[in-house]
């Protein structure tokens, strides 16, 4: 299986943690639907940890506890289907998952058969709990074994947190996608920290295998299992903009049932969301940056998009407003080029006009801007 590009999806941890049902889950695929997000691209529904009775069963296969799914993961899996949707659960390669469930050390290849007959399409890999004598680049690899054999294509998820020099090996394992940094919660702090240790990574990104920045916190409004604090909604703004221009899959975190229309505005934007999942999933780069304090305060970004066109971002990470200056020259443009750039507000929808040298940008704190440029004669 070939991941071509950032999986788009949902996942229960960060809104509902342990306090997970089926009832919860058939809502949240019918409200993938009823919502656009199925049709915007959002087409994984995962269920993170703590589905699990907490003993396997007779045949050392997990199961799933009765009282939270009492028609059994395939019911779920099914519905999750008819819905359009593909279907994700949550191991880990330790002897317990991150909340203490079972977990799939030395059980990778009947956990990866009962996934398989499951009807599972994703697998979100957790890291807790192992063994110490068993690295997590040995017990990567052991599933990512499991799962390419196991006659289903399962989209293997690793979860790893970006430790154990994993950058140097994860694409060794077999995983399409890896988290590339520690846990998200929601608010501002945590979106600065996730994107700043996010920065020296990006390199590694690519096809076949997308560095996951965390799931979304856009929406969560401070409740639910990761809620501390909450954010703006410019903070939102910009930290979807953020994963969406570094290429991270997407999942969202909050409870898409019943999302405000400036919410749906931010996780529907189709223009950023194609910046995301721009079939030729080059680089970005950075273009200017300035530190205030020793700390990055804001950065103008750069990224060539499969039909030519330049897609442009300023995040500002610091606590005042600021308008940086982009010069053409900086992208080949202007001067003896005889080219210069239309820009397309991706926020606002606006059409700015033809930027020959230069083009500032204004951005509030905490804001961000996010462009599409097409290069057309000057
Ligand atoms: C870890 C992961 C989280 C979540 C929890 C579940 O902390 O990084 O994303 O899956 O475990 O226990």
Not at 115 to 130: I, P
Request: include cysteine; glycine fraction near 10%.
């Amino acid at each position: 299986m070939i991941v071509q590009r950032p999986p788009l999806g949902w996942n229960s941890w960060n809104t509902f943690g342990h306090n997970i049902s089926e009832t919860m889950i058939r809502e949240m695929a019918d409200a993938m639907v009823e919502t656009g997000l199925r049709d915007a691209g959002y087409e994984y529904l995962v269920i993170d940890d703590c589905w699990s009775l907490h003993e396997r069963d007779e045949n050392g296969r997990l199961v799933a506890d009765p009282e939270k799914f009492p028609s059994g993961m395939k019911a779920v899996s099914d519905y999750v289907h008819s819905k359009g949707l593909k279907f994700g659960m949550y191991s880990c390669d330790g002897t317990l998952t991150c909340a203490r469930y079972p977990s799939s050390f030395d059980y990778e290849f009947i956990d990866a058969a009962t996934f398989a007959e499951w009807g599972v399409d994703f697998l979100k890999y957790d890291n807790c709990n192992r063994p110490v004598n068993y690295p997590g680049r040995l017990l990567y690899k052991r599933m990512g074994l499991a799962l390419a054999n196991c006659g289903r294509d399962i989209l293997f998820s690793a979860c790893n947190w970006g430790v154990d020099n994993s950058p140097e090996w994860i694409k060794e394992t077999g995983a399409h996608m890896w988290r590339s940094t520690g846990d998200i919660v929601d608010n501002w702090d945590s979106i600065k920290n996730l994107t700043l240790a996010q920065l020296p990574l990006l390199k590694t990104n690519g096809q076949g295998c997308f560095n996951d920045m965390d799931m979304l916190v856009v929406g969560m409004g401070g409740k639910g299992n990761v809620g501390f604090g909450g954010c703006t909604l410019e903070e939102y703004r910009t930290h979807f903009s953020i994963w969406s221009f570094f290429g991270s899959p997407l999942m969202i975190g909050c409870d898409i049932r019943n999302m405000s229309d400036e919410i749906k505005a931010i996780l529907l934007n189709k223009e950023v969301l194609a910046v995301n999942q721009d079939a030729a999933y080059r680089q970005p780069f950075e273009i200017s940056t300035v530190h205030w304090g020793g700390e990055l305060a804001w950065s103008v970004w750069g990224k060539f998009l499969e039909n030519g066109d330049v897609a442009l971002a300023c995040f500002n990470l610091s606590d005042n407003n600021t308008n940086p200056c982009l010069a053409m020259a900086d992208l080949g443009l202007g001067g003896r080029s005889g080219k210069a750039l239309k820009i397309r507000d991706l926020w606002s929808g606006e059409e700015l006009g033809v930027f020959k040298d230069q083009f500032v940008i204004d951005v509030a704190a905490h804001g961000c801007r996010m462009f599409r440029g097409q290069v057309v004669d000057a």
